[in-house]
């Protein structure tokens, strides 16, 4: 097991940024270390170690099943893990839960703004139970709303919008408290190509803004490649490859030795479609996942 | 090559990036200290119910038919029969109170099944990952259903008056009609909470809800005296919260003679037993 996550892209170009990499590496956003979650069974998330580093970009990717939705959900002490398996900014999940959520700007995979409230009140409400005093909530709500271009549809219900304007709605609920950290699981699930890059420019826009870290899963490599600084594949509770997606789409050309460099989908495909697999394949698990909660009883 | 921090350059692209004065974005908000974190997430949770209220009063008068009904045809009827003996009151004036606090309690219930709503909705998980403690949390929907119910129980109140029931203008009074109906609604909305947190899905919160719902309302003093009643459903009613509320409610709003201290000593204790269940229970809707 290696614990510089550095080692795993195995590539020569992580040598030439091994300086870059030994400035960053004074501050991580999130470190999961030995992190294992199990719901009976099934062995969702296994012994996974994953960096973050402050400010950057990172792109939690991987098949159906694999395990990003379980992991994010340790990391936001939604789920509960034993002492020293996950840290933020320093402070452990497990002893310092409200520390560690106070730091933590969280959207969850499916659309969950609350359509009874109007685009305002539910950013309000966040604001609430983050405390910003009275004097200037209304200020850093509306600051949050034109920050995801929503002021005009504000004073509409939730129920009214459309998923690419509630996807931007929770972006607003989660910047109205100034996370460090920015967790996004499949923020572009379910969107229109237009809307997906809407999500992603203003995404991008925050960040630039306000120097927050931002965690975020996705299945669209497209996407990982343009807007991740770096990027690790998950594949059965594990990451798998991890680094830049150029470093990755280069080191795949040399194992294969081709000349014209590859997709960040082939490096996907050669991970999860290689032998580590008996490949329960993604329609099942995806049905699965996303009827869950319907399903999952006692 | 050690000074090329990333956090350096942001400061400055900050103005072109959003425009305006992001100074607030960039500063987290100062944590509320110890004690004071309860009452604010309380009335944040109470604040959202008030909005959702406003924006759809389709609930608040469809439910307010059935006690509509209730009072118009059971209460008219009895009132007449002179079946039950409710010590020198017209019948219609003595369930009143009965319906008052049904209507309440029916909202409460169904709160667990809205909570379970909110957690396959992805709203519950949300809420968790704020700086809310879990029992805050669950004090806060409580007090919202409190407050839901209270807002059902002044509908229901106003329309018992309109039917002709000599209920109690003293504002006094009505401020601990208030405080037992929101005490009451804590505890069935904690109850309710407490199965959802057991049962996990809603089609058997359903279920559950519509068994414990009319055991509560009949195994109470909401429509007829408990001296009435044969001697296993006496026991019922004791350990029954909803007596213990329309006991209050009667001596309030009509003045007949009841036992408030008790009352109110028991429904403080089941609300917050109650709300010590259902907060426990919460991680399991959680995961
Ligand atoms: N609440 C749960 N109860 C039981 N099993 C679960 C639960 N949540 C996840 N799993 C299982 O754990 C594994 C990992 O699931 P997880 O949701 O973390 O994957 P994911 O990478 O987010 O997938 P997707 O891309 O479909 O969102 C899957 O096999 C899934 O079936
Ligand atoms: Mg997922």
Known sequence: MTTDPADMSATPAAAATATAEAAAAHAEAVSCTGLTYAFGETKAVDDLDLGVREGEVFGLLGPNGAGKTTAIRCITTLLPVPAGMVRVFGHDAAKERMGVRRMLGYVPQQLSADGGLTGRENVALFARVFDVPRRERAARVDLALSAVDLSDAAGRLASTYSGGMIRRLELAQALVSAPRLLILDEPTIGLDPIARTGVWEHINAVREATGMTVLVTTHYMDEADQYCDRVGLMHRGRIRALGTPEELRQGLAERKGTDTLPTLEDVFRDIAGSGLDDNTGGGFREVRSTRRTARRVG | ?287
């Open chain 2, 1 to 287: 090559m050690k000074s090329e921090a990333p956090a350096a350059p942001h400061a400055a692209s900050a103005d072109r990036a959003l425009g305006k004065d992001t100074a607030l974005l960039l500063t987290p908000p100062v944590p509320r200290a110890g004690w004071r974190l309860l009452p604010a997430r309380v009335l944040a949770m109470c604040t959202v119910e008030l909005q959702k209220l406003r924006h759809d009063r389709t609930e608040l008068y469809t439910r307010a038919v059935q006690p509509a009904l209730w009072l118009l045809i059971f209460g008219q009827t009895f009132t007449r029969i002179r079946a039950i003996p409710t010590g020198g009151i017209p019948y219609i004036d003595y369930m009143a109170p009965g319906i008052i606090a049904q209507s309440a309690m029916f909202i409460a219930i169904f709160y667990g099944i809205q909570i379970i709503w909110e957690r396959d909705a992805g709203i519950l998980n949300k809420l968790l990952v704020t700086p809310t403690p879990r029992s805050a949390l669950i004090t806060g929907k409580a007090f919202a259903a409190g407050v839901k119910s209270l807002v059902q129980a002044i509908v229901v109140i106003v329309i018992a008056a309109l039917l002709g029931v000599a209920l109690t203008w003293n504002p006094l009074k009505l401020l601990g009609v208030a405080l037992a109906v929101i005490l009451a609604s804590v505890f069935f909305s904690c109850l309710s909470m407490t199965i959802a947190g057991i049962v996990l899905s809603r089609d058997r919160l359903m279920g559950f809800g519509q068994a414990i719902t009319m055991p509560l309302f009949f195994g109470s003093n909401a429509l007829y005296p408990v001296s009435v009643m044969p001697g296993w459903l006496q026991a019922v009613s004791k350990v029954n919260p909803l007596s213990y509320q329309v006991d209050a409610l009667r001596g309030l709003l009509l003045g007949t003679p009841s036992h408030l201290g008790a009352d109110f000593g028991v429904l403080a204790i089941a609300a917050a037993l109650g709300i010590t269940a259902a907060s426990s229970l919460l991680g399991r809707l959680a995961r």
